[in-house]
């Protein structure tokens, strides 16, 4: 190759994240920093291989992007919030932190319980080396009180409870909201009593709307006349919801989340072409016209709307790390579809110094393990590489080690390198194809995405085939817009001061004149104001401070330079209209 590989993807990603604290490092630094290198690239010092840029582009990993640390520090007060946000926004890493802060809380309490609970099994060691992480940040040698927290997979609390009201446990199997559903027939709310102190619930998405009351009800108030008076941390990405649940409402809980509920508006996992492209696939396989997330995002500029080639595209907004473009390769049958998957692992490993660790192999077919078994593997003969599949547990990883998964499992997960075999297999009888299945196995990939598949004549395959590459054809047609993708981020960033009714407003403001957010100075170089933004409509110029005016004072010093004070939804005219 003559450009390195990922070198766009590693040089977009370093200046927004590497922030720590109010510290930047360049991402130049950032390269320098990094000494990792593959058991077979060792020998190489070379740039150019894929993976030494893997190696570096996983140094930046451990380091809080600015709205973690802003949510992570936030004050909790013991009352509901919900925190939603797009793959890879770092969900997990808040619900952490929210915990760590809860215990230290309700440290002086006795008897004290805290519960994290989570749909699946695969994620229980992630969520508790998250907590230990961020207890350990802050705590130093002080050990991490397990004592008093809880991690339960559902199923476990279902199995628990269901015999109380005379249902055998055996009966939850996988429909969770089902068997919820059951027992709050038999059991109302208000008769349940309450087992921990605080609650938090990771992947909502995937509970189902019963068993989110249900749970709801297990949380004891501490102000018995106020039914918001729980600590319920709840943890949701709608565009993940691999079940088919019903998106909640809240109220139906006695929750009140107004004013408690936080976007996570950045992704840092996937690449922007990995990201759209996984979008543009799901939207396409299943339209969001009545997708109340959906509608929000767009609100909040996070995606957004164009035309590409005469057709519907949508634009992501909440991630601008470049890289690679994915690929789809197909083939005529199964065993040419498996040898091909084990010829390029071999490639990634042999040739471009890629650690077999930093591969994963999302598939859903229950096919998949004999093919890779009987045709990948034989390909990588001598490489000392073994294939470890886990599904439904937390993960073992070792360097030598090719994981393959499902999309279910690795949910919470991410892999540098993500190769999809079997992709038309993303269907169910009765069902038709899988688009949220899909859209979380390819959006678990970090920098890499590799679709394979055979030639299949089924309805569905065949819708597959024809979005996946009516998607790639037009990922490819992307115009250079980063002037455009600058005043994106300013906009979300502004409106996160005035509010989201502004939106509308900020969107005029941004087509009338160039928006400043810059101080205001003078001449010789001295700040007269510091505007949440200023812009020059015609010949007047404005400073917009946000929903209030500044003081007299600076209102003063900005009529001497004939400079007009607004507020956030003012009427902008130019002088002479």
């Given at each position: 190759?003559?450009?390195?590989?990922?070198?766009?993807?590693?040089?977009?990603?370093?200046?927004?994240?590497?922030?720590?604290?109010?510290?930047?490092?360049?991402?130049?630094?950032?390269?320098?920093?990094?000494?990792y290198?593959?058991?077979?690239?060792?020998?190489?010092?070379?740039?150019?291989?894929?993976?030494?840029?893997?190696?570096?582009?996983?140094?930046?990993?451990?380091?809080?992007?600015?709205?973690?640390?802003?949510?992570?520090?936030?004050?909790?007060?013991?009352?509901?919030?919900?925190?939603?946000?797009?793959?890879?926004?770092?969900?997990?890493?808040?619900?952490?932190?929210?915990?760590?802060?809860?215990?230290?809380?309700?440290?002086?309490?006795?008897?004290?319980?805290?519960?994290?609970?989570?749909?699946?099994?695969?994620?229980?060691?992630?969520?508790?080396?998250?907590?230990?992480?961020?207890?350990?940040?802050?705590?130093?040698?002080?050990?991490?009180?397990?004592?008093?927290?809880?991690?339960?997979?559902?199923?476990?609390?279902?199995?628990?409870?269901?015999?109380?009201?005379?249902?055998?446990?055996?009966?939850?199997?996988?429909?969770?909201?089902?068997?919820?559903?059951?027992?709050?027939?038999?059991?109302?709310v208000?008769e349940?009593?309450?087992?921990c102190?605080?609650?938090?619930?990771?992947?909502?998405?995937?509970?189902?709307?019963?068993?989110?009351?249900?749970?709801?009800?297990?949380?004891?108030?501490?102000?018995m006349?106020?039914?918001?008076?729980?600590?319920?941390?709840?943890?949701?990405?709608?565009?993940?919801?691999?079940?088919?649940?019903?998106?909640?409402?809240?109220?139906?809980?006695?929750?009140?989340?107004?004013?408690?509920s936080?976007?996570?508006?950045?992704s840092?996992?996937?690449?922007?072409?990995?990201?759209?492209?996984?979008?543009?696939?799901l939207y396409?396989?299943?339209?969001?016209?009545a997708?109340?997330?959906?509608?929000?995002?767009?609100?909040?500029?996070?995606?957004?709307?164009?035309?590409?080639?005469?057709?519907?595209?949508?634009?992501?907004?909440?991630?601008?790390?470049?890289?690679?473009?994915?690929?789809?390769?197909?083939?005529?049958?199964?065993?040419?579809?498996?040898?091909?998957?084990?010829?390029?692992?071999?490639?990634?490993?042999e040739?471009?110094?890629?650690?077999?660790?930093?591969?994963?192999?999302?598939?859903n077919?229950?096919?998949?393990?004999?093919?890779?078994?009987?045709k990948?593997?034989?390909?990588?003969?001598?490489?000392?590489?073994?294939?470890?599949?886990?599904?439904?547990?937390?993960?073992?990883?070792?360097?030598?080690?090719?994981?393959?998964?499902?999309?279910?499992?690795?949910?919470?997960?991410?892999?540098?390198?993500?190769?999809?075999?079997?992709?038309?297999?993303?269907?169910?009888?009765?069902?038709g194809?899988?688009?949220?299945?899909?859209?979380?196995?390819?959006?678990?990939?970090?920098?890499?995405?590799?679709?394979?598949?055979?030639?299949?004549?089924?309805?569905?395959?065949?819708?597959?085939?024809?979005?996946?590459?009516?998607?790639?054809?037009?990922?490819?047609?992307?115009?250079?817009?980063?002037?455009?993708?600058?005043?994106?981020?300013?906009?979300?960033?502004?409106?996160?001061h005035?509010?989201?009714?502004?939106?509308?407003?900020?969107?005029?403001?941004?087509?009338?004149?160039?928006?400043?957010?810059?101080?205001?100075i003078?001449?010789?170089?001295q700040?007269?104001?510091?505007?949440?933004?200023?812009?020059?409509?015609?010949?007047?110029?404005?400073?917009?401070?946000?929903?209030?005016?500044?003081?007299?004072?600076?209102?003063?010093?900005?009529?001497?330079?004939?400079?007009?004070?607004?507020?956030?939804?003012?009427?902008?005219?130019?002088?002479?209209?």
């Amino acid at each position: 190759m003559e450009e390195p590989y990922l070198r766009p993807l590693i040089k977009h990603l370093a200046p927004r994240v590497l922030t720590k604290r109010g510290s930047k490092l360049t991402w130049e630094a950032a390269l320098v920093k990094a000494d990792y290198q593959s058991p077979v690239a060792r020998q190489y010092e070379s740039p150019f291989l894929l993976g030494n840029q893997l190696a570096k582009r996983k140094e930046l990993r451990p380091v809080l992007s600015q709205e973690q640390e802003r949510l992570c520090g936030l004050e909790l007060d013991g009352k509901p919030r919900l925190v939603r946000g797009v793959a890879g926004s770092g969900k997990t890493v808040v619900l952490a932190h929210w915990l760590m802060q809860t215990v230290q809380r309700l440290s002086s309490e006795s008897s004290v319980r805290i519960w994290a609970v989570f749909g699946n099994r695969s994620l229980q060691s992630l969520i508790g080396e998250s907590i230990v992480s961020a207890w350990e940040t802050a705590m130093d040698d002080k050990p991490f009180p397990w004592d008093r927290v809880e991690l339960h997979h559902i199923k476990e609390i279902l199995e628990i409870m269901l015999p109380e009201v005379g249902l055998p446990a055996e009966s939850v199997k996988f429909e969770y909201d089902i068997a919820a559903e059951a027992y709050l027939q038999r059991k109302p709310v208000s008769e349940i009593s309450p087992r921990c102190d605080a609650l938090f619930i990771d992947e909502a998405q995937d509970m189902g709307a019963n068993t989110l009351k249900l749970l709801s009800a297990l949380v004891r108030r501490t102000d018995m006349d106020n039914e918001n008076s729980r600590s319920i941390n709840i943890f949701y990405d709608n565009a993940q919801n691999i079940y088919g649940c019903s998106t909640p409402k809240w109220s139906d809980f006695g929750i009140d989340m107004r004013g408690r509920s936080t976007v996570m508006k950045e992704s840092f996992r996937s690449t922007r072409p990995i990201t759209e492209l996984a979008l543009n696939v799901l939207y396409q396989l299943k339209p969001p016209k009545a997708n109340a997330d959906h509608k929000e995002l767009a609100s909040l500029g996070l995606i957004e709307r164009s035309t590409r080639n005469g057709a519907d595209w949508w634009n992501v907004r909440f991630n601008q790390i470049d890289g690679p473009k994915p690929e789809f390769r197909r083939y005529a049958n199964l065993e040419q579809e498996f040898e091909a998957i084990g010829d390029y692992c071999r490639e990634l490993i042999e040739t471009q110094g890629v650690q077999p660790s930093d591969i994963c192999l999302i598939y859903n077919g229950s096919n998949i393990q004999y093919w890779l078994e009987t045709k990948s593997m034989p390909r990588l003969a001598g490489l000392g590489v073994e294939l470890s599949i886990q599904t439904n547990k937390p993960f073992e990883r070792k360097n030598n080690a090719l994981l393959a998964t499902t999309s279910h499992s690795f949910k919470g997960y991410d892999s540098e390198i993500v190769i999809i075999p079997g992709v038309d297999q993303y269907k169910a009888q009765g069902k038709g194809v899988l688009a949220n299945n899909l859209y979380v196995a390819m959006t678990r990939a970090r920098s890499v995405l590799t679709l394979f598949s055979q030639q299949m004549n089924d309805r569905d395959a065949q819708l597959l085939y024809e979005v996946i590459e009516r998607c790639l054809s037009r990922l490819s047609d992307t115009p250079e817009i980063e002037s455009e993708i600058s005043s994106q981020d300013d906009v979300v960033e502004i409106l996160d001061h005035i509010g989201i009714e502004h939106r509308m407003w900020l969107k005029e403001v941004f087509k009338k004149g160039k928006v400043s957010q810059e101080p205001l100075i003078d001449k010789a170089g001295q700040i007269i104001a510091e505007p949440l933004i200023s812009f020059l409509v015609g010949r007047q110029a404005y400073a917009c401070f946000g929903n209030q005016l500044p003081s007299q004072p600076v209102l003063q010093k900005l009529e001497e330079f004939k400079v007009k004070a607004i507020v956030a939804g003012q009427q902008i005219m130019a002088k002479g209209e």
